[in-house]
C-alpha cells in the first residue's frame, strides 16, 4: 500500500479550502459584489472623482516612495545582519519584526510624537524646514515602518544560503566588490527582492492605523485612499466604499501578478546561469 506524504490529505485539504473561502474569498467577493451593485456610469463616476483619484496620487505615490526607501534600506540591513557580528545585533534582528507586533495604531501615535514639530525628530527636522506630521512625507515614513520587515525577512534567509565560493570565484578572477555584488550576488537576490517589493507596496496600498495620526487627513493633500472609503462607511454609504475600495484590490492584485512574473523570469534565468 502507497503511503501518502500527509495523512488525512482530504481532511486537511478540506480543512484548509475551507478555511481560504471564509477569511479571504467570503470577504473579497462581498466587496466585490457590492461594488457591482452600482451601475456601471454611478461606478465610474465615484471611482473617477476628484477627491478620490487625488486619494489615489497620495496613495500610490507615497506607497511608492516607501517601497523604493526600504528596498535599499531593507537590503543594507539584511546585508548587515547576515554578514556582519556586532554587539547588540541580536536586539537589533529582534526590532526588525516589531512592526508585525505592535498595534499600527500605536505606531502611528508613536510615529506623531517624534515626527510632531515639538517632537525629538521633528523640533530638529523643522529647525531645517523640513516638516514630516501631517505632510505626505510623514505617510511615506509610517508606510516605510510598517512595510520593512517584509524585504528583510525575504532576503536574510537567501543571503544566508548563499554559497561563499560564488564570491571567491569572483574575486580570483579580478572582480571588485561592487561587480561581484552585480553580477552574482544581486542575480541570486533578485527574486527575493521582488518577492520582498511587492509584499512591501501591497502592504503599504493598505495601510491604515499608522497613517491616519500622522497624515493629517486633507482632502486633494494628505487623505490616502483607505480613509477615504472608511469616510464613505461612516456616511452609510457602503456601495462608494466598496467601489473605492475595489480600485486598490484590483491594482494590488495587478501589481502581485506583474511581480510574481518578474519573479518567474527572474528565477528562471538565474537557474539556466
Do not use: C, H
Request: hydrophobic share 55%.
Amino acid at each position: 500500500m502507497k503511503r501518502r506524504v500527509l495523512p488525512g490529505l482530504k481532511l486537511s485539504l478540506g480543512i484548509t479550502l475551507v478555511y481560504a473561502a471564509i477569511i479571504i474569498m467570503l470577504p473579497l467577493m462581498a466587496l466585490i459584489f457590492k461594488a457591482a451593485s452600482l451601475g456601471p456610469s454611478d461606478y465610474w463616476r465615484i471611482v473617477s472623482s476628484e477627491r478620490a483619484v487625488a486619494s489615489y496620487v497620495v496613495t500610490v505615490g507615497s506607497a511608492f516612495a516607501a517601497t523604493i526607501f526600504n528596498l535599499i534600506f531593507g537590503l543594507a540591513l539584511a546585508w548587515v545582519l547576515v554578514r556582519y557580528r556586532f554587539p547588540g545585533r541580536r536586539i537589533v534582528d529582534a526590532l526588525v519584526d516589531l512592526p508585525f507586533a505592535l498595534p499600527t495604531a500605536v505606531a502611528g501615535i508613536a510615529l506623531t510624537t517624534l515626527f510632531a514639530n515639538n517632537g525629538w525628530f521633528g523640533s530638529v527636522l523643522s529647525d531645517i524646514g523640513i516638516k514630516v506630521a501631517y505632510t505626505p512625507l510623514g505617510i511615506m515614513i509610517a508606510m516605510a515602518f510598517t512595510s520593512l520587515p517584509f524585504i528583510v525577512r525575504t532576503v536574510q534567509p537567501v543571503l544566508e544560503e548563499l554559497d561563499p565560493a560564488l564570491e571567491e570565484a569572483g574575486q580570483t578572477l579580478g572582480g571588485s566588490d561592487w561587480s561581484i555584488f552585480g553580477r552574482v550576488i544581486l542575480p541570486l537576490l533578485t527574486p527575493a527582492l521582488l518577492a520582498g517589493t511587492s509584499l512591501a507596496f501591497a502592504r503599504s496600498l493598505g495601510e491604515f492605523g499608522a497613517i491616519i495620526f500622522i497624515a493629517g487627513n486633507q482632502p486633494f493633500s494628505t487623505e490616502i485612499t483607505a480613509l477615504l472609503a472608511f469616510i464613505r462607511l461612516e456616511e452609510f454609504d457602503y456601495p462608494a466604499a466598496a467601489a473605492i475600495a475595489s480600485v486598490m484590490l484590483f491594482a494590488a492584485f495587478l501589481m502581485l501578478a506583474v511581480t510574481n512574473a518578474l519573479q518567474a523570469r527572474a528565477l528562471r534565468y538565474t537557474v539556466k546561469g
